[in-house]
């Protein structure tokens, strides 16, 4: 409790000048706000004007009593709870902790809705008061946290809808629990360290062919710019040669803005897509790749159904599926079960809905369950797409926190799939260049939305980034 208090109380200083400022630490009478109390006495230290609010009774607890009782002697305000006390500067939310669960009972949910008037900057310690760790969940009136401080580990609450919009600023801070003590099956971030240490240095010898020929069936007369996207990251991803299966239609679009991909236009329906004629001459291109991405701007129809059957049955590498190849799939779904090389389904939550036949929201408050379960019973990579990403292939997890709201925009998958399939083709694992490419592709975004802002960023400005951003791991 002492280690926590005093972390929390790092990761506040560290964020915010408190000093001369006006603080409430709002506690309940559980271990959580043992830390509260803790971090008053050190705010109190330093000269904030901090006060210990007991939104219910005083701690009964040894431990956190023994801290309250710390506290107190050395000269921190101690009041009870009344709206008044929200009238500060700053707001630490120490009333529940992981094992939230339910809706408030009184006198919480009177300060539960108090808070929702609130200007202070609010700061919620591991979790936001009234956030299930376990699934994500919030109650009503869910505290609001501008800044929230993970102990450990990051929860549920964190990286899941709807209880990650809850949590602001979210940071992690270490309190010495040893790495033995977490549960295998429990989901992981995605690190910059365990990405880095998937890219091997290139070798001063390499030729074009050492780093992979990936085969890209995407595109359509329509939707060109699928095509563009997808191809352009694989590219900045150092992927040794792409070849570019097109409708006829299209070829001219593209290649006035790709000059450097062999092009393979195919005959296609009247709208401009693939048509199923085109199936045997795609067929023969199979054997070349060493990873192929399927379904960026193909459109669904009964054409596409056909080429995207076939080359799943016919390949002889990983399969990236993306956008309408994923929706080429949803009547013939059990067919993946068959397919015996790996597949990486790229769904966002539209898509997966799609596929299960639900609502989109049922995914969203399911994610990790769901994509888990999917991905198990099927066989495959999934990567389902959204704030807080979920790569599994059915035993594994891991949800990536990079990237911002500003990345929610078409072609932001297109990239994603064409950096996937660079990372496969270049030899890594298909499960951990999954994990590579969300956590690159959310950096890019970051980095374009500091140059020009989350509204005015375009999926181009996070291709440009990504041949310097792809630097950092050499």
Known sequence: MQRAGKACYDAIVSEYNVINKTVSVLCGNG?????????????????????????????????????FEQAKNSGVKVVDYSPSVLNVDYIVDTMFGIGFHGEPRAPFDKVFADLKGTTATVISVDTPSGSNATDGSVCNNCVKADFTIAISALKFAHVLPPANAYCGKTVTVNIGIPEECYDDGYAETIEFNDIKSLFIKRDKNANKGTYGHQLNICGSYRMFGAAVLSASAALRCGVGLIKLTIPQSAYPLVASHLTQPVFNPVYETESGSLSSSAVAGIIKDLPWADSIVIGCGIGCNDDTVEVTEAVMKNAECPVIVDADGINCLKERISIIRDIKVPIVLTPHPGEMARLLSVQVAEIQENRIKIAKAFAKEYGVILVLKGANTVVTDGNRVFVNVTGNPGMAMGGSGDMLSGMLGAFVAQGINPFDAARAAVYIHGLCGDRAAEKFSQRGMLVSDMTEQLGALMSKFE
Do not use: Q, T
């Open 31 to 67: 271990k959580n706000a043992g830390d509260g109390f803790v971090i008053a006495r050190l705010l109190h230290i330093i000269g904030a004007d901090v006060r210990i609010v007991l939104c219910d009774k005083a701690p009964e607890i040894s431990e956190p009593l023994m801290y």
